[in-house]
């Protein structure tokens, strides 16, 4: 088990609305970064931010938008959901001069 | 653009019988490569990673071999058992971690 944990494990939402999801970071970890991984594809990164602030961003419009708190816990935010918008969303932590990210178990996102 | 990628999407091995995945990459810059393992249903789980400084790094079962000149690496797992079967996903570290879009590994009893 690696500490990071996600909430919710699973979601329904409609086209159009506004979901949050969020990421509890492994104890001692600072840098938090989202991925989103739909069927049959690996995990696409969508951004990480690092001591509350953004540091870096894949190929997501800005629908896509994160925090991160003080205590490095973190959630994604994602508005005017679109159907594509369903996958798993998963969330990494680690610590600067990382070799490896650990996961949570993921949001299953689904759109209507 | 798919700069780390698993060609194979799937493979299926006889138990106690070698599996080797394999991944390739297109930017030399990428300094660490990490194979993760994933069940239905959880998160990626950390399984072994090489530094680009080396060629070959073990552990138990499993072996991840680096060719920098090919830009190709591979996990070797032997003997597989069936508690291998899963999805495995290669990664490269740059600015952010690049993944592979996985192989699906069966290993038959």
């Known amino acids: 088990e690696t500490g990071v944990t996600q909430s919710p494990t699973h979601l329904i939402k409609t086209r159009g609305q506004q979901v949050t999801l969020r990421c509890s970071s492994q104890s001692g970890h600072n840098t938090v970064s989202w991925y989103q991984q739909a069927l049959g594809q690996g995990p696409q990164f969508i951004f990480q931010y690092y001591r509350e602030e953004e540091n870096g961003r894949g190929n997501f419009p800005p629908r896509f938008s994160g925090l991160q708190f003080p205590n490095y816990s973190s959630e994604l935010n994602v508005n005017a959901l679109e159907l594509d918008d369903s996958a798993l969303y998963l969330c990494a932590s680690s610590s600067r001069g990382y070799t490896e990210a650990f996961f949570g178990q993921g949001t299953r996102l689904t759109v209507v | ?109």
């Not at chain 2, 070698?18 to 069940?39: A, E, G, V």
Request: glycine share 6%.
């Open chain 2, 1 to 109: 653009d798919q700069q780390v990628k698993q060609n194979s999407p799937s493979l299926s091995v006889q138990e106690g019988r070698i599996s080797i995945l394999n991944c390739d990459y297109t930017n030399s810059m990428f300094d660490y490569f990490l194979w993760y393992k994933k069940y239905p249903a959880e998160g990626p789980t950390f399984l072994i990673s090489i530094s680009s400084i080396k060629d070959k790094n073990e552990d138990g079962r499993f072996t991840v071999f680096l060719n920098k000149s090919a830009k190709h690496l591979s996990l070797h797992i032997v003997p597989s058992q069936p508690g291998d079967s899963a999805v495995y996903f290669c990664a490269a570290r740059g600015n952010q971690f690049y993944f592979g879009t996985g192989t699906s590994l069966t290993v038959i009893p």
